[in-house]
């Protein structure tokens, strides 16, 4: 897939995932293969009134090959300024967020919850490609509570997104039930832009059946969870010979930017997706969750990969 002087290459992407795709992990998904890295969510209006809280999230490494910023928001003139905020300078795509089914963000009328009001996505999306220089894109689902995905892809299209990915789940849904493969083909059919498809992707097997979907790309999510490394899998069927080395390279990577608190905490889930496949690791797991600090969590772990 190639957008102007962007060449994503096979186009395996990892998805934003909130509290989940930091620099580090966006780093080593990079190193395993990854073509495109998507940001966490950045929130447009947070950028414009509280950088700070936003700044950490939006850092890239330099290895990340093509680097996609995932902006969220309902308003537009909000959303247009925000494309162009200095954290998001380093970034080569900016995406739309019109996905998300967190009751958080949907509350607010954002996320997924833009596409029970198409009128207002479209005026976002126009915004946001009238203010930007760079390629556009959305991201969104299948619809709020039904399959509206074929009319909301031509309207991106329509508004300039350079290319789409649909979550091939409604909001409703939210990450329950098999995502519809028949709907992702039919978009694509239904659109001259690329389209990404996105949900389920776990494994060789589940990535052919995306791929026959006739997609140009396939974004990866939670089948990366624990497996920064299913990118190189997928391409080549390499796997990490020393799974701690990862790890540990996952940690020192963001130790240069977080403190040992807040790090100790966030790490747990991560340290616990690396685990959940390790045969023996199992007596070990409640230990990982209650580690008093990364030194010790990383103590376990060595324990555990003995």
């Known amino acids: 897939m190639k957008i102007g002087d962007l060449d994503f290459k096979e186009t395996i992407c990892l998805a934003p995932m909130a509290g989940v795709s930091d620099i580090g992990f966006r780093k080593l998904c990079s190193d395993f293969g990854a073509d495109a890295t998507w940001s966490e969510m950045l929130s447009a209006r947070a950028m414009l009134h509280n950088p700070r809280k936003t700044e950490l999230m939006a850092v890239v490494a330099p290895e990340e ?5 995932q902006i969220f928001g309902h308003e537009p003139d909000v959303m247009a300024k925000a494309i162009n905020n200095p954290l998001l300078e380093d970034y080569d795509v900016i995406d ?6 967190a009751p958080k963000i949907v509350k607010n009328g954002e996320g997924s919850a833009l596409m029970k009001n198409p009128p207002l996505a479209r005026e976002v999306i126009l915004s946001c490609v009238k203010a930007s220089a760079r390629p556009v894109s959305v991201k969104f689902r299948l619809g709020y509570d039904k399959d509206i995905s074929v009319d909301f892809g031509r309207m991106c299209e329509e508004c300039g997104a350079k290319f789409i990915t649909l979550h091939a789940r409604t909001t409703e849904q939210g990450y329950s039930g098999k995502a519809n493969l028949e709907a992702i083909a039919k978009l694509k ?3 001259k832009i690329p389209v990404i498809g996105n949900g389920d992707v776990v494994d060789s ?7 026959a979907t006739g997609v140009d790309g396939v974004m990866i999510g939670r089948g990366a969870q624990g497996k920064p490394w299913i990118f190189s899998l997928l391409k080549n069927g390499q796997k990490p010979n020393n799974i701690y080395k990862v790890i ?3 940690i020192q990577i963001l130790r240069k930017y977080y403190n040992e608190e807040w790090l100790t905490l966030y790490m747990r889930k991560h340290l616990l997706w690396y685990t959940a ?3 023996n690791a199992r007596e070990f797991r409640p230990l990982i969750a209650t580690s008093p600090s990364i030194d010790e969590s990383l103590k376990i772990l060595k324990q555990i990969l003995k």
């Open 65 to 69: 090959r093509i680097k996609v910023g």
């Open 96 to 101: 739309i967020n019109m996905g998300c089914p």
């Open 189 to 191: 059919a239904s659109v």
């Open 205 to 211: 097997e589940s990535y052919k059946e995306m791929l």
């Open 248 to 250: 540990e390279e996952h």
């Open 277 to 279: 496949d390790i045969p």
